[in-house]
């Protein structure tokens, strides 16, 4: 009898570019995780530039953790992975030890609980909550939210697409829209924090 494989690690995502270039991440099957698409990573990475070095990165839905591992593959300095789900940290915690990433740092915390506490500032700012739960304006709008932001802090935002797709964000008046588009069922927006705008 054949030994059935475990189909929850069998999933596989690969990082693009940099330090691990070509090398993949596993991640887990679970509802509601969906790693970004390498077309919209791709897009992604030629807005922010190959080169992230020093940057300091924030994922606080971090799910597969591939938009973390990609910042560190390009130089980051330090990446925080973020996610509320015990099995995800897990595998998360896996793929770090098997690349080796000293810059990343993974936390089991939920988005609101992480920044009560954080007290660091960030300069890449991931958001990519589950598209079944509409969060990303609570998120966004919750107390101590801006006292993560490094001035010209760049925060990127994954949607379900919909015709309105760019109102549907509520950003404060200290972010800019910059750059923002669309693949298949998913919209993608990037902002730049002016803290001069407050």
């Not at 990475?45 to 839905?61: A, E, K, P």
């Not at 939920?110 to 991931?126: E, P, R």
């Not at 994954?158 to 760019?166: A, C, G, S, T």
Request: hydrophobic content about 40%; glycine content about 6%; aromatic content about 10%.
């Amino acid at each position: 009898m054949k030994k059935q494989k475990n189909k929850a690690l069998n999933l596989k995502v690969k990082i693009i570019s940099g330090f691990w270039g070509g090398r993949n991440i596993n991640f887990l099957s679970k509802k509601d995780l969906r790693p970004t698409k390498n077309i919209i990573r791709e897009t992604l990475f030629n807005w922010l530039g190959t080169d992230l070095t020093d940057l300091i990165c924030l994922d606080l839905f971090a799910g597969s953790g591939v938009l973390g591992f990609e910042s560190a593959s390009r130089g980051a300095k330090n990446v925080y992975l973020v996610d509320i789900d015990r099995d995800v940290v897990r595998c998360l915690e896996e793929q770090k030890n098997i690349l080796d990433a000293k810059n990343i740092l993974i936390e089991h915390s939920s988005s609101d609980d992480f920044i009560s506490k954080f007290t660091g500032k960030v300069d890449l700012l991931f958001l990519d909550p589950p598209f079944s739960d509409i969060i990303i304006n609570t998120t966004i709008n919750s107390s101590g939210f801006s006292q993560l932001l490094n001035n010209n802090c760049k925060i990127y935002i994954e949607i379900p697409f919909e015709k309105n797709y760019v109102d549907i964000i509520k950003a404060p008046i200290s972010w800019k829209l910059i750059k923002h588009g669309k693949s298949g069922d998913v919209a993608y927006l990037l902002y730049k924090y002016n803290y001069s705008m407050i």
